[in-house]
């Protein structure tokens, strides 16, 4: 079974050469822009998420399963995968290893990258088609130069009509991967799922602080309660 930790931060990459239709090409840019639109404009969401990995391009066999969440609220941002947590706020990142119980505190340099903004991805990628089914628009993406080192060879978009919020995301490899089997390993096509399981920002009682994590002590920070068996390391020029 292959391991997600390289790939589960990167919400955002894929690839399929092919015939553009500038008719679907410009319906899909004009749904695409209206996505980032949402996303950008909007200062609060709260969004659970679930990662699969699948063994094969279509196959239905589940390798490795995870939950994550985004969060935003103004200035605010918060990533989470697995046994890691990226938090942003107005001058001060936080990077939290849960698995190891470490917090480095670093001096807020530039922004996180957000999964949900496709600005990036439009720089590698451009719609290929676009497909109407029920609530959603399906977008394919393709690589703008096939010669660029990217993880994945394709990549397919599920937009909300209404809402025009990501319902999910396929990023298929680029690259067999390896997958354990009772033979021992075995390379094989893979792709990724990525899921919007809910919207849960009127669930959450208060906006996210940095209080929550570190509080700021005479000789440097301290670790909240609920953090009070992490390591703290401290990466600031304070």
Known sequence: ?????????????????????????????????????????????????????????????????????????????????????????????????????????????????????????????APVTMQTKADRYIIEMAIKNSQLPLPFQKMRLHIHKETKILLKQTLFFAQKQAFVTTDGNELDTARLEIEIEEQALEKRVSPITLSDYVITGNSGYIAADNYKNYNIIDQTNR
């Open 1 to 125: 079974m292959i391991s997600l930790y390289r790939y589960i931060l990167m919400l955002t990459l894929q690839v399929t050469i092919g015939c553009y239709s500038c008719f679907s090409q410009k319906s899909a840019a004009a749904v695409l822009a209206d996505f980032e639109k949402n996303y950008t404009t909007n200062d609060s969401y709260d969004l659970a998420l679930v990662y699969t990995m699948y063994k094969g391009f279509t196959g239905h066999k589940i390798t490795e399963q995870y939950k994550g969440s985004l969060y935003k609220e103004g200035t605010t941002f918060r990533m989470t995968a697995m046994e890691n947590e990226v938090v942003q706020f107005d001058k001060k990142q936080l990077n939290i290893d849960h698995q190891t119980k470490q917090i480095y505190i670093r001096n807020k340099v530039k922004e996180v990258e957000n999964p949900t903004h496709i600005v990036r991805l439009l720089q590698y990628y």
